[in-house]
């Protein structure tokens, strides 16, 4: 069985996932990662090709992953965007078939509170030293927020340690 962590970058996906995957004996997979070893440098490839042409082979790489790794149990840390972005909604409704068919998702998000959860994410995007804008990043949370909150076969709402969180994804299922 596969496990799909999504939620906003900043939720703790990357660090929480592969705490999971030993705690379960899964293989684990970041697709942020394995799109910059495979593809591209994710920033680099957004200023070169747009957001467009990066969901389009963001899903194509899903694919191909979920093709490679069938015969195992992973745990996938998906990317920000990959179920909740406006744009090609057409690709996001197919990403969110994927996961329904080949697993469960867990949603990662700081608290069921907008403004918490928003103050929470963007403080840890902007620590990252991507070069971020405050606003931007508080304008694509708010605007993804809703979304997000209508995924997860489970949710977890919680700020705590990683080790924290992986304990009550566990209790969860």
């Known amino acids: 069985m596969h496990l799909f962590l999504i939620g906003p970058g900043g939720a703790g996906k990357s660090t929480v996932g592969e705490k999971l995957a030993v705690r379960l004996g899964y293989a684990f997979v970041d697709l942020d990662a394995q799109f910059c070893e495979r593809v591209a440098n994710i920033r680099e490839y957004l200023k070169s090709d ?3 042409a990066y969901l389009e082979q963001n899903a194509a790489l899903f694919d191909a992953l979920l093709l490679e790794r069938s015969q195992q149990n ?3 840390a998906l990317s920000s965007g990959f179920l909740a972005t406006d744009i090609r909604p057409d690709i996001v409704e197919r990403n969110r078939q994927r996961v329904r068919e080949c697993g469960r998702s867990i949603l990662l998000m700081p608290s069921k509170d907008a403004d918490v959860a928003c103050g929470c994410i963007v403080t840890r995007q902007l620590k990252r030293g991507f070069g971020l804008v405050r606003d931007k990043e ?13 995924l997860g076969d489970i949710q977890i709402f919680a700020m705590g340690s990683p080790e924290v969180i992986v304990h009550k994804i566990m209790a969860a299922l």
């Open 138 to 150: 508080e304008a694509k949370f708010r605007q993804r927020f809703p979304d997000y909150m209508a």
């Open 50 to 52: 747009g957001y467009e």
């Open 74 to 76: 992973v745990v996938f």
